[in-house]
């Protein structure tokens, strides 16, 4: 199974970029969807971004035009590329990795969004 590493996150001013990688390990990793979704305090876990393993992406609007999911396969890699980055973008980020064996998250990264 694809086990996700995330990393990348921590304190940008509003207006900022980050950019997040998840690595993962496992051999079927070309063969999963991956995502990045999002937790602020006293909010549900919400998606972010999508991807799938033929590399069709997905967003919700709330970041449309500002964030970018891009994969790297020979690397075990996908990437979340965020622009414009506003204090309600502050949350723990995580990676997940979905395929026909199953489901896995990361330990997460926190992202903080302030001046």
């Known amino acids: 199974q694809v086990q996700p590493v995330e990393s990348g996150g921590g304190l940008v001013q509003p207006g900022g970029s980050l950019r997040l990688s998840c690595a993962a390990s496992?051999?079927?990793?070309?063969?999963?969807?991956m995502g990045w979704y999002r937790q602020a305090p006293g909010k549900e876990r919400e998606l972010v971004a999508h991807?799938?393993?033929?590399?069709?992406?997905n967003y919700p609007d709330s970041v449309k035009g500002r964030f970018t999911i891009s994969r790297d396969n020979a690397k075990n890699t996908v990437y979340l590329q965020m622009n414009s980055l506003k204090p309600e973008d502050t949350a723990v980020y995580y990676c997940?990795?979905?395929?026909?064996?199953?489901?896995?998250w990361g330990q997460g990264t926190q992202v903080t969004v302030s001046s």
């Open positions: 496992g051999r079927i990793f070309s063969m999963s969807a």
């Open positions: 991807i799938t393993s033929g590399g069709t992406t």
């Open positions: 997940n990795a979905r395929n026909l064996w199953g489901e896995s």
